[in-house]
């Protein structure tokens, strides 16, 4: 069965500096998503991605994160500037249309020192 | 905001046992979805619920939506040591907020043998 991947599955960055994390949606899907999972905390919506552009983004989501998807199968995260805060699992979600539900990949799990 | 809270947020029962988990939001959502995760892996979706008052089985899994779409319910029947796992719920609204799913607190299941 077709799946999400994300890569890697564990990183760890220095505070202040950019982390990118990587993700594989599934081939034929269009939507994507990323969420984060803070240590002993909810799951939560960061950013949705439709058509090359964000559909729509949490408040989490400041100026300091960005999504691309540079060629046909990637989906990235970039964060600029890392803060503690930040150290979380990060989920990668694709969909193929609005009545299919999202699948997830196994996360990144993101240490900031 | 919308919120979806899940209760209980710990169960632990004996092998052959019943139980039920609950999801509950003044909200209403297009759709509601229950997951499981397991440590180190991503979510994994078991069902989708789209209609008020639908209810869908799962081998010995039931899963409810409330009639207004606010709620909705997990009943295992006879659990076993293999169910033992985190339980997630996850609404979604329909219009601009299609794909940003809104996680409850998750339930973490123990089945002891």
């Known amino acids: 069965e077709p799946e999400v991947t994300q890569t890697p599955s564990h990183q760890v960055t220095q505070m202040g500096q950019e982390v990118i994390l990587r993700c594989v949606p599934i081939s034929n899907h269009l939507y994507f998503y990323w969420y984060r999972q803070i240590l002993g905390q909810k799951v939560e919506f960061l950013v949705s991605f439709y058509n090359n552009e964000i559909s729509e983004k949490s408040e989490i989501f400041d100026d300091q994160f960005s999504v691309e998807r540079p060629d046909g199968s990637n989906f990235t995260l970039k964060i600029r500037s890392t803060k503690l805060e930040d150290s979380a699992m990060y989920f990668c979600?694709?969909?193929?249309?609005?009545?299919?539900?999202?699948?997830f990949g196994d996360g990144t799990r993101l240490s900031i020192l | 905001t919308q919120l979806l809270e899940q209760s209980p947020q710990f169960l632990s029962i004996q092998e052959g046992e019943n139980l039920t988990v609950y999801c509950n939001s003044s909200s209403v959502f297009s759709s509601l979805q229950w997951y499981r995760q397991e440590p180190g892996e991503g979510p994994v979706l078991l069902v989708t619920?789209?209609?008020?008052?639908e209810v869908k089985k799962l081998k010995r899994l039931t899963f409810q939506f409330g009639d207004a779409r606010k709620d909705s319910s997990l009943h295992i029947t006879a659990a076993q040591p293999g169910d033992t796992g985190l339980y997630l719920c996850a609404g979604e609204k329909g219009g601009t907020s299609y794909g940003k799913l809104t996680f409850g607190q998750g339930t973490i299941l123990t089945v002891h043998p």
């Open positions: 979600a694709s969909r193929e249309d609005h009545s299919q539900p999202q699948h």
């Open positions: 619920v789209v209609t008020g008052g």
